[in-house]
């Protein structure tokens, strides 16, 4: 057979291959929007202790990619632990069980938007692969069908010829679920990262308060 274009290939795979494409559209579509947030908030991260002690300021080191974002201010303000010390900080003279109230709905808010439209990932990247095999499942009965009512005389080649075109939904579908599951686990892993530094900051924040440098 002779090579075909892309635009061939997914003509081929028949009706299979649009939920296949629709995916991967979506994939593109949320990595680009949440490495747009991921940057929007990101300052390099610093440690509890170090920024506390120097009233909320940004880390004294800055890794090449602050130095590259605009707003430097700005983006360390809508950093999750940042956001979490001011909030408390702001409530003084309140008592420590609205406190940690507020810290909790904050907390879970900023944790609700760093998770936003992620598990799409890792459906679309399970999905993907099951739409796939689908299609080559059905290309093959369709092949087989074929050679049943011609009574096992169907040229070999062109019996091959469909089979191999029935598999390109299944290379299509791999094709859209590793980008996905990869850009699941690295979203994963950002994020994880932190909601630890989040709670090194309400750790740090209660510490404080129960020693008495914090009203």
Not at 148 to 154: E, K, M, P, S, V
């Amino acid at each position: 057979m002779n090579s075909m274009s892309l635009s061939q290939l997914f003509a081929a795979g028949g009706i299979f291959m649009w939920p296949i494409l629709i995916g991967l559209i979506f994939t593109v579509a949320i990595g680009l929007e949440r490495a747009l947030y991921m940057l929007w908030t990101y300052t390099t991260p610093g440690e509890p202790e170090e920024q506390l002690a120097e009233s909320l300021q940004p880390a004294s080191h800055q890794s090449v990619l602050d130095r590259l974002l605009p707003n430097r201010e700005q983006r360390f303000a809508r950093d999750p632990g940042v956001r979490l010390a001011r909030t408390f900080l702001e409530q003084a003279g309140s008592s420590l069980e609205s406190r940690l109230a507020s810290l909790r709905s904050l907390g879970t808010l900023m944790q609700e938007r760093m998770m936003k439209r992620v598990d799409a990932l890792h459906t679309i990247g399970s999905l993907s692969p099951l739409f796939g095999l689908l299609g080559t499942v059905a290309g093959m009965m369709e092949a087989f069908h074929a050679l049943a009512i011609t009574g096992g005389q169907a040229d070999i080649a062109t019996l091959a010829d469909g089979i191999w075109v029935a598999m390109i939904t299944t290379a299509f579908g791999l094709i859209a679920a590793i980008p996905a599951q990869l850009l699941h686990g690295f979203l994963l892993s950002r994020i994880n990262e932190r909601l630890q530094r989040m709670n090194r900051f309400q750790d740090r924040l209660l510490q404080l308060y129960h020693d008495g440098k914090l009203s």
